[in-house]
């Protein structure tokens, strides 16, 4: 079983930045591929990012790459989703998600085993 919990969203303006961590429990945390979503009001929960269990492998939606970074520090259990020129249509609710299986991140939310309880961003106009 691992527990994932995200933090560091908040209130923004456009254009400002952001970094959401995920701290997850466990002892095989460099074993899991990560996954960050995110989820708008009367909207699927699209994938934003993802990242192997080595940090070799990032994966981007096209909606934020070049804005978006993820990384990993497996010494400390942590993700993060580093966000720059924050738009307003990216606001949401963001999740980080663990796959137990892979080695490259999977861009559905499907084979996700654990997710976090979600951590909600907000960029004003």
């Known amino acids: 079983q691992v527990q994932l919990v995200e933090s560091g969203g908040g209130l923004v303006q456009a254009g400002g930045s952001l970094r959401l961590s995920c701290a997850a429990s466990g002892r095989t945390f460099s074993s899991y591929a990560m996954g960050w979503f995110r989820q708008a009001p009367g909207t699927e929960r699209d994938f934003l990012s993802g990242?192997?269990?080595?940090?070799?492998?990032?994966r981007y939606a096209d909606s934020v790459k070049g804005r978006f970074t993820v990384s990993r520090d497996n010494a400390k259990n942590l993700v993060y989703l580093q966000m720059n020129s924050l738009k307003p249509e990216d606001t949401a609710v963001y999740y980080c998600?663990?796959?137990?299986?892979?080695?490259?991140?999977?861009?559905?939310?499907?084979?996700?085993?654990?997710w976090g309880q979600g951590i909600q961003v907000t960029v004003s106009s």
């Open positions: 990242i192997s269990g080595n940090g070799g492998i990032t």
């Open positions: 998600a663990a796959d137990a299986r892979a080695g490259s991140p999977s861009r559905l939310a499907a084979p996700y085993d654990y």
